[in-house]
């Protein structure tokens, strides 16, 4: 919950759930948002040379990829007028039934 607080206000999520043995865990959305755009992924690692990791990374274009995504991870009807008239299309239902779209032609294909 607190990665979509921070998503909601602006801030790049830092994820550290790759710890090379167990399988990656996969995001909301995906595969329809590409969190490696708008998201840092560390290794456990490699957290240690987090700060090294952030300085070398383009936070500007990551907070730009973030701002075209971060509406489809709202959930329109969660919202109270006047709050739910301004938020752009697609909202979180949107990117729920895309992302289903996407596996279900993933699974058609590889049968």
């Not at 790049?12 to 996969?26: F, L």
């Not at 040379?49 to 070398?56: E, I």
């Not at 709050?83 to 992302?99: E, G, K, S, V």
Request: charged share 25%; with cysteine; aromatic share 6%.
């Amino acid at each position: 919950m607190r990665m979509y607080h921070a998503i909601i206000l602006g801030c790049v999520p830092v994820i550290t759930q790759d710890d090379g043995v167990h399988p990656r865990v996969v995001q909301a959305f995906e595969p329809t948002l590409a969190w490696e755009r708008f998201s840092v992924i560390v290794p456990h690692a490699a957290i240690g040379n987090l700060s090294a990791m952030l300085d070398a990374t383009d936070l500007a274009a990551k907070q730009a990829e973030l701002r075209r995504v971060w509406n489809r991870m709202v959930w329109r009807g969660a919202l109270r007028p006047p709050l739910r008239d301004r938020l752009p299309a697609p909202d979180a239902f949107d990117a729920t039934i895309d992302a289903l779209g996407e596996l279900l032609e993933r699974r058609r294909n590889s049968v």
